[in-house]
């Protein structure tokens, strides 16, 4: 089976999960997931788990790494969806000045409260808020803590307002844009989101699906695009054992290893067999390849 990350710069206008399953069918792997769902009109990175990969993306989704985003929107008019797939609901003739725009972004550095867009997958009483947004309800959606790191105004070209932001997990790219607006007495709807960074994974070690697609029609090897199981899992330290070891791990032994506590990267030579947990000297398996 294949097994590995294909890191995929999605196109806008692809489902998350629909873009992941067709990377599936391109290895001929049954079992993928992904990190970081993008919304369909967002492009950019997004890593895809296939096969045993596909256990290591609750160790990659706990880090609190940073997401990278640049986006662009157009002052006048609100959606409820906040982009220009939406259906307008606010309008007004308020075009912030550039020095407002900086005013406003400078002071939305750190921990800030944001409430997410109504069309999200937030939970609301076991309901997504999208769903509830579907059938005209306004799901009651509470603000939530966010860390922005960076933000910054790029540029501005025939009345569109090109922004970079450098974020927490769990931060809405179309809400920034919002509250930006509103902060300035306009509204904003974003017509542009590229994700560039996620979890690690750049947007320069990515490739596009048709590329992929094409590669395997015509017979290229595809394969070297799989980036190995362990990829992304730098920030957890690193424990060699010996053969006898590593066949009593894969069997869901604990060993007495002696090292600090805390989470461990398990290779036998230069094999990575899965990431375990040292409690008290002792390692207990929690995943195994």
């Known amino acids: 089976m294949n097994s590995g990350w294909i890191i995929l710069d999605k196109d806008s206008g692809l489902f998350s999960r629909s873009a ?14 992904h990190i970081g769902t993008l919304d369909p009109m967002a492009s950019g990175v ?42 307008e609901i606010n309008r007004n003739d308020v075009i912030p000045a550039v ?12 921990s800030v409260l944001q409430t997410p867009p ?7 009483n076991g309901r997504r808020a999208y769903e509830i947004a579907r059938k005209g309800d306004v799901p009651d959606i509470p603000p939530r803590q966010i860390n922005i790191y960076a933000l910054e105004l790029l540029s501005v070209q025939d009345g569109v307002y090109n922004f970079r932001v450098v974020c927490s997990r769990g931060t809405y790219v179309r809400a920034i844009a919002r509250d930006i607006a509103h902060a300035c007495g306009a509204y904003a709807t974003v017509n542009m989101i590229r994700r560039i960074k996620t979890n690690g994974f750049e947007i320069k070690n990515a490739v596009k699906l048709d590329f992929l697609e094409n590669l395997v029609n015509n017979g290229g090897d595809f394969k070297e695009f799989l980036k190995p199981i362990d990829t992304g899992l730098g920030g ?11 066949v009593l791990y894969r069997h869901g032994g604990f060993i007495n290893v002696g090292c600090d506590d805390g989470l461990r990267r398990v290779y036998v030579g230069d094999e990575f067999i899965g990431i375990g947990d040292v409690q008290n ?9």
């Open 236 to 246: 957890i330290p690193v424990l060699n054992l010996a053969d006898k070891f590593a």
């Open 281 to 289: 000297g002792v390692l207990q398996p929690k995943r195994t390849i």
């Open 99 to 110: 020095s407002d725009i900086q005013r406003v972004i400078s002071a939305m550095h750190g």
């Open 20 to 33: 992941a399953a067709r990377v599936a069918r391109i290895f001929g792997v049954k079992k993928f997931g």
């Open 46 to 87: 997004l890593p895809v788990a296939l096969g045993h990969a596909t256990k290591m993306i609750p160790f990659l989704e706990d880090k609190s790494t940073e997401k990278e985003y640049l986006f662009s929107c157009v002052f006048g008019a609100e959606t409820d969806s906040l982009d220009i797939t939406g259906t």
């Open 118 to 124: 109504a069309f999200s997958a937030v939970h609301i």
